[in-house]
């Protein structure tokens, strides 16, 4: 089996948790994911199945989701996972200050990322850390956020805000929930969470655990195919220099540097660089039947 799964990913499962699952289902021991998505968190999770797993790095970074932001309470996650820090009412908040605060996560940002997060300090995952009960301070990094679209609000004494967002590798939703509570001095924590495309899958196309496992006993699963959602641009080779490729051998081609996706007659081969005029295979997929 070669090729991804879009899968929708449900709540209460960890990405890790998803792809023992994939294994199990489709029969695999290969598979991967892209994108780590939160415990609490739903929707697309791209999955690679066999020999895709090679892609993954390959693939579009942009991500988007939408996420509700619940204000006047703050945890220890920045989600509703973790135990409440502080809680106060926030009934005084307008939408129209929450706008005004907003262009703020625009562009290229310094975020910190959550004290739960799977970051890396002195080579150790921050929620190890977290549940040593150390205190480390997440490093600043920088990360990019495209649009930030209001898609509902709802007043009260924990007033929640419904929000589009669209954004580069790296960025925590959780973090600006918890960052735009600050600004606003009332605390907020992340309520809910779906991601809406990752790597170039989105979710409307994306597929329960339920219809996959149907679809595998119905024996009508097909995976989508490796080259779906690359960007690279497309090299189509004769059958003769398609063998060669295949072989690991350089070719000669006319054509500006960079990376190419080598297709032939009948399938995708995998992923070349062309370098001073030559072609250099960097990633060779075999034929999906093997």
Known sequence: MLGFLNLHKPTGMTSHDC????????GLKRVGHGGTLDPLATGVLPVALGPATRLLPYLPEPKAYQATIRFGLTTTT?????????????DHLTLKSIEAALPQFLGSIAQRPPAFSAIQVQGQRLYNLARQGKAVTAPLRQVEVFDMQVLDWRGGEKPELAVAI???????????????????????????LTRTLSCGFALAD???FEVLADQVQAGTFTPIEPSFSLQQPILHLPPVEAQRFCWGQKLPQDLPEGMMQV????????????????????????????
């Not at 032939?264 to 081969?269: A, E, G, M, V």
């Open 19 to 26: 792809v023992g699952k994939v294994r199990r289902l489709c």
């Open 78 to 90: 920045d989600d509703l996972a973790g135990e409440v820090l502080a809680e106060q009412e926030a």
């Open 166 to 192: 669209a954004c580069g590798p790296g960025t925590y939703i959780r973090s600006i929930a918890r960052d735009l509570g600050e600004i606003l001095g009332t605390g907020a924590t992340l309520a809910q």
């Open 206 to 208: 994306s597929l329960t």
């Open 263 to 290: 297709h032939t007659c009948d399938r995708f081969l995998g992923l070349g660089e062309i370098r001073a005029g030559v072609l250099q295979p960097k990633l060779v997929l075999p034929p999906a039947s093997k």
